[in-house]
Nanobody, 125 residues
């Protein structure tokens, strides 16, 4: 099992940047697929970015070229660097983990078993 805790959310103007962090603890963190999701009220969780054990990365089209997912195995931390933020990026952002699968890491929330508590990102125009 793995426990996840996000940090780094906040308020920023459009065009600005934020970096989210997700501290992981528990067993075998480095053997999990890790991902970032976001949710706005009334909408389903949206997969933003995911990274596999060996570093394969999957981005949603809405953030490709603007967001970067990375992980520091020595620090047991997952990151999401968000640049060129837009008001439509406003959401609660969640870190998630799952046992590794086959192929590129999934962006479907239903495939992830472990979740953090979320951190709010607000982008103003």
């Amino acid at each position: 099992q793995v426990q996840l805790a996000e940090s780094g959310g906040g308020s920023v103007q459009a065009g600005g940047s934020l970096r989210l962090s997700c501290a992981a603890s528990g067993n075998s963190y480095t053997t999990y697929w890790m991902a970032w999701f976001r949710r706005t009220p009334g909408k389903e969780r949206e997969g933003v970015a995911a990274i596999s054990v060996d570093g394969n990365i999957n981005y949603s089209d809405s953030v490709k070229g603007r967001f970067t997912i990375s992980k520091d195995n020595a620090e047991n931390t997952l990151y999401l660097q968000m640049n060129s933020l837009k008001p439509e990026d406003t959401a609660e952002y969640y870190c998630a983990a799952r046992s590794p699968g086959i192929g590129f890491p999934s962006l479907r929330w239903i495939n992830y078993a472990y979740w953090g508590q979320g951190t709010q990102v607000t982008v103003s125009s």
